[in-house]
């Protein structure tokens, strides 16, 4: 807490620490309000100083240097502890105490259901015991753990377990080694009445790793798919990474109270229960696929992470950007990689494009912070994974594979740079990609401008590419992999052949794709032989996270959605006409005249709905509307309510115009078999619950909607149902809502569903709907899933209820953030969010916003999370 502006940490300033720790033996005496921290470190000195270590909220019992008392000695201050130390090589032994019934920031040592859980990254151990708490001291940990034995069956640590047994008092105690050197923020400790399921796994070498997860008795039944995930996890990162599992056990806890998705402490991974439970009849697709993510993600640390690890904090992407990459890759992997990279496309423009156009824009290595929690932002992991896949794209699977394996043969066991990985890159492939630190070091979304220039006499296509960046003067050209194809007027694909002088920067991936290298601000490419009215295919897959501009006719996008070679390219031409088409109804809205829906756009989806040979997921995708976010971010000011209409309007004529296709597909997708978490299956439920909520807009079809949420079928039938009714307040939704609530009452993660659909729902009393769910005996402000599930959905999506005219929801906002920066300022800080692009709203709405922003940081104790966000966002 801060009343002053708080310290800056900037890269430009990082030193190697003066001291190393070689290992480091930690014992805790468990107990909810005064639990006791022994911690002896063996250090050596590195270069000349005091010794300073990192300590916050502890109270210090006693410090013994080579078993002689110096406590007298210290200097401590707010935030740790600075003692002259003489000596080379020394034994220091702390004794703290901390009070984790009391810790309601979630960081360090906590309870959560009565049993105790760590959180360290990024500086939670310095609230458990004092140490030096950067990621490059590295060392090799023992842990005992002491406590009651009723409350406490089990006793976790991060390695393997060496020794346990009862003592007196009805304690008993379990002491853990973890053979790998590690930074402390990899540490963790869990103990509690837990239960656990057990399975293995045989490497390809032939050993054998106990895997265990670990969740509360009541939840037992739902880790059956975790445990599969992180089999299906493990298998992958041997066949298509050749890394293989390095201890004999691997455990996974799952707990209600987590500030983030989850944690990949070596050898103990902990995970917000959502990212762990699952059962046909609670669970959606979207919560397999997460949890199947992310059980991937964190495994997938063991090695981009934990046994390479990260100099200092402004190395963040090359842990998270590297692992995105990599689950993202798991996930297309075991399901389809056209779907996923939509939905990852879809994902990364709705939040990590407006967060890199307002005023926390950060390069995916900031240069400076005030708060680290605040930097685990969509810009870091999201849009630092797409910098990894740039890699992928110039090198291919097979160079990007060769770059992986001499970044493990160089730096296993270190603490290294981003630049560390691009040097891998390069050098295993014998390539330069210096070009690529301008990723790094800048921010804001390029803007890629493409132009073409057709001569009828010569056949040649000249295609002109501009990049630039928003708000830069001093612009550093990237280095840009364009996918490319032409179209011909049929919708056939054009052989390339690009010009002797274009054909360096041009590279063959087929006939008909190609990709083009930019590195220049300016650069054309001309191709030959290309008949008269050729459409090109730009961008395909996403090749680079910018935005396109090219002025495609309709008729032009109708042929790619139609036609090309490339699902991404196909996906985005159909949402861009659909978005021209919200915009112009926006334009007619505005200045009161009608608007007819174009033709193309009918006949397009249409013809889409009917093609049998297309995934139906793509189908699904490509037919969705574009989310309002995304709609809201092409404009200046965000006419909020304007474009709501213009939406629901689109939504509506969609269902008209094709009425009986919608039906069709909906009773040719219907399917009784039951819930299986698998391609096919996922991809019909995509395509009509797609069906079903257009339907769901026409009152003929009510009875259908009612139905589908009365079977009970799976989760997301009948979420997807629940979703339409309340949407347009079908005349049961109500009683469906309540009935629902009865239902699952004892089931956390289910609640929080119920709240989001209601903080979701976009109506004129969205506002107290919410309010009302604030009183609720189910909220609490000290559960962040509860937080984000009302207060989180209602800022970001309830775009009518947050933006009303008179502020009330503002104001609702800005009182319950207050009330949380109290308690856990991370998550205070996160809700901040939406507040921050009070710039793109109207001038009544920007003061308002401001407003609430200013009241926020004036809160006596302001935190400095949320001081940092909401002092940036008004500067
Ligand atoms: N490294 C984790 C994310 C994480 C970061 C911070 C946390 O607490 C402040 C918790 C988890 C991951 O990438 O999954
Ligand atoms: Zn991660």
Known sequence: MTQTAPHVNYLKDYQPSAFSIESVYLEFELSPLATRVTNSMQMQRQAKGDLRLDGENLKLISVLLDGEEVIEQCQIDEAGLTLAVAKEKFTLRIVTEIEPQNNTALEGLYRTSDNYCTQCEAEGFRKITYYLDRPDVLSVFTTKVIADKSENRFLLANGNLVDSGDLDNGKHFAVWQDPHKKPCYLFALVAGNLEKVEDTFTTADGREVKLEIFVEPRNIEKCEHAMESLKKSMKWDEERFGLLYDLDIFMIVAVDDFNMGAMENKGLNVFNSKFVLAKPETATDIDYEGIEAVIGHEYFHNWTGNRVTCRDWFQLTLKEGLTVFRDQEFTADMLSSAVKRIEDVRRLRSNQFPEDAGPMSHPIQPQSYIEMNNFYTMTVYEKGAEVVRLYHTLLGETGFQKGMQLYFERHDGQAVTVQDFRNAMADANGVNLEQMHNWYVQSGTPNLEVTRNYDAVTQKLTISCQQSLPNSDDFQPMLMPIGFGLLDKEGEPVTLEPTFESAANVELRSDTHAVLKLTQAQQSFVFEDVPADAVPSLLRGFSAPVKLHFDYSNQELALLAAKDEDSFVRWEAMQTLLLRTVQAKVAALQSCIDYQLPSEVIEVARSLLAAKEIDPALVAMTLSLPELGYIGEQYE???????????????????????????????????????????????????????????????????????????????????????????????????????????????????????????????????????????????????????????????????????????????????????????????????????????????????????????????????????EIASKSLA
């Open 637 to 867: 000011v965000v006419d909020v309510d304007t474009i709501y209409q213009a939406h629901s309007w689109l939504e509506a004529e969609l269902a008209n115009h094709m009425q009986g296709q919608w039906l069709d597909v909906y009773h040719r997708c219907v399917n009784d078999a039951p819930y299986q978490y698998d391609k096919a299956q996922i991809a019909e439920r995509m395509l009509k619950n797609l069906a079903l909520s257009y339907l769901g807009v026409l009152s003929e079809h009510q009875s259908l909607v009612l139905k589908q949420y009365q079977a009970q079928h799976n989760m997301t039938d009948v979420l997807a149902a629940l979703k339409t009714m309340l949407k347009h307040q079908h005349p049961r939704s109500v009683e469906a809502l309540q009935s629902f609530y009865e239902r699952w009452q004892d089931d956390n993660l289910v609640i929080d569903k119920w709240f989001t659909l209601q903080a979701q729902t976009q109506n004129d009393h969205a506002l107290q709907t919410t309010q009302a769910l604030l009183q609720h005996k189910d909220f609490s402000l000290t559960n962040p899933n509860r937080v984000r599930s009302l207060l989180g959905v209602f800022s970001r999506l309830n775009l009518v209820g947050f933006h009303r005219a008179d502020g009330a929801g503002y104001q609702m906002c800005a009182e319950q953030i207050m009330q949380l920066d109290a308690l856990n300022p991370q998550i205070a800080a996160r809700l901040l969010g939406p507040f921050t692009h009070w710039k793109r709203y109207d001038e009544k709405r920007q003061q308002m916003m401001r407003n609430a922003l200013q009241q926020i940081l004036d809160r006596k104790g302001v935190s400095k999370d949320v001081y």
